[in-house]
């Protein structure tokens, strides 16, 4: 049987200065306490993840600090933009690591087995909700229907179901019917994989498991009318995908604050 390990990273929030706070969350100092945590625990994983939101202020030396930390996996990466990047910005600091020019989707696809995973991009220049579109469906879709595919991995960043918090369903994803009619017509896509919402959480579209994965720093409460950060650690999520079909859980660190 074989067995494919993937790491899921999401909402990295890295600003230029290594020191530099967001909502007083060090957000370079808990990656590096996640990754840490990751190499310590001496798993394997055949493939490595980012769902969007590298970075936090869009600079390229916030990307290139990105690219150092995750160096040891650089062989087997994959990333999709979230509303807090620029893929400009990514194409230079990533250079000949995705295909395109300046604002094209940055997107992704590789098989696991029988299993066909799939990076979409919902970023929307300037806006915090994101979009997908009929045409990045029909791309999935089509990937979907080559020989071989039995089951879909999907990964991107703006979840496509809501989350019953006033605030996080105001800047979720726009098109998001297209997506759940195509996993309600096909029981291949069997999970689905995102960030955005700083928390972990689950639910289902048709044979689809939805899951959203905790920040590797800031952890938002859904909560409230207003955003709302919590003082929960910062994690990870772990995929397993197998010819029967998936197992998946959330890992955090121990720490929730920088030691004095």
């Known amino acids: 049987m074989t067995r494919v390990r993937i790491l899921q990273l999401t909402d990295l929030h890295l600003l230029a200065a290594p020191e530099a706070r967001l909502k007083n969350v060090a957000t370079r100092y808990f990656l590096e306490r996640v990754l840490g945590h990751i190499k310590q625990s001496g798993e394997h994983f055949d493939h490595v993840v980012v769902t969007g939101d590298h ?6 030396a916030s990307y290139d600090a990105v690219d150092s930390l995750l160096k040891p996996w650089s062989d087997r990466l994959w990333q999709v933009p979230g509303n807090h990047d620029d893929r400009r910005v990514m194409r230079q600091v990533y250079s000949g690591r995705f295909s395109g020019r300046n604002q094209d989707l940055i997107q992704f696809h590789f098989q696991a087995g029988a299993w066909c995973c799939i990076g979409l991009d919902t970023h929307v220049p300037g806006s915090v909700a994101g979009h997908i579109s009929r045409d990045q469906i029909r791309w999935a879709r089509e990937l979907a229907n080559r020989p071989g595919v039995e089951s879909v991995a999907l990964f991107f960043h703006h979840p496509p179901v809501l989350m019953g918090s006033v605030w996080m369903d105001k800047i979720g994803l726009d098109g998001k019917e297209q997506l759940q009619a ?3 017509q096909d029981p ?9 919402v700083h928390h972990a959480s689950e639910t289902m ?3 689809a498991s939805v899951v959203t994965t905790p920040s590797t720093g800031i952890q938002f409460s859904r909560a409230g009318a207003t955003p709302t950060f919590v003082a929960a650690a910062p994690g990870y ?7 029967r079909g998936f197992r998946t859980e959330v ?5 929730i604050s920088i030691p004095e």
């Open 55 to 60: 970075t936090h202020d869009e600079l390229p």
């Open 182 to 184: 195509w996993c309600c």
């Open 188 to 196: 291949r896509v069997r999970l689905i994989c995102c960030g955005h």
């Open 205 to 207: 579209v048709g044979a």
């Open 237 to 243: 999520r772990i995929i397993e995908l197998d010819d």
């Open 251 to 255: 890992r955090r660190i121990r720490e």
